[in-house]
């Protein structure tokens, strides 16, 4: 299984997708934290707060992540390479999750420029340091756990297609569903206690919870339920070729 990591983590290094997608993410969230004169430009702002980049990032992951996984198995399965892969001494299972850590590795790797944001507010205010980086730090944790429930949809889409762009459509319009769907249903159309259980089910509610600096463990407990329910979704997928 380890070796199917790192052959799927080389696989994105020794390509340009990897590094384009990085670049990407990078490239739109500097621009929207400290160059376009919108709300989340730290300068403008006037306050030593990386709360944009919070904001900004999950709508950059809608596109991003499914990049990232739209070619896990669609790749495998119109290059006929499927069968070989789901023949070596590894469970299906072990395939997937294989795959869905490789993922989730890359996204965390995209993260892990952005701290040099973190160090230029810290530095920027006054006095130095007046950061409130608990918050921040239970932003980023927060953004590892949408980003674990991305991937887990993006694998789940790839694993029904042999087609990389229905993947990439499947997996940004389920991952936005999830995010933004069941919030909306409650602002738009069902308030009330009623729609407040509805929005719970939404990605948004719990990643925003986290966002505060608390750590809930029902959150937690959410964000592996979630990942867990589309790795399982995928197993069955990739069992149904047994049919």
Known sequence: M???FLKEINGFLNSLIGYIVMIVFLVITGLF???LPLDSNILDFGYASMDGLFIIAPFVFLFLIPAI???SFADEKKSGTIELLMTQPLTDLQVILAKYFAGLVLVIFSLLPTLVYFFSVYRLGLPHGNLDTGSMWGSYIGLVFLAAAFVAVGIFSSSVTDNQIISFIIAVFLSATFY???EL???FILSGSIGLV???FGINAHYSSISRGVIDTRDIIYFISISAFFIMLTKLTLESRKW
């Open 198 to 200: 509805i929005q719970s």
């Open 185 to 187: 249903f409650y602002t």
């Open 180 to 182: 933004m769907g069941f």
């Open 33 to 35: 934290l400290w160059v």
């Open 69 to 71: 996984t739209m070619r």
């Open 2 to 4: 380890f070796t199917l």
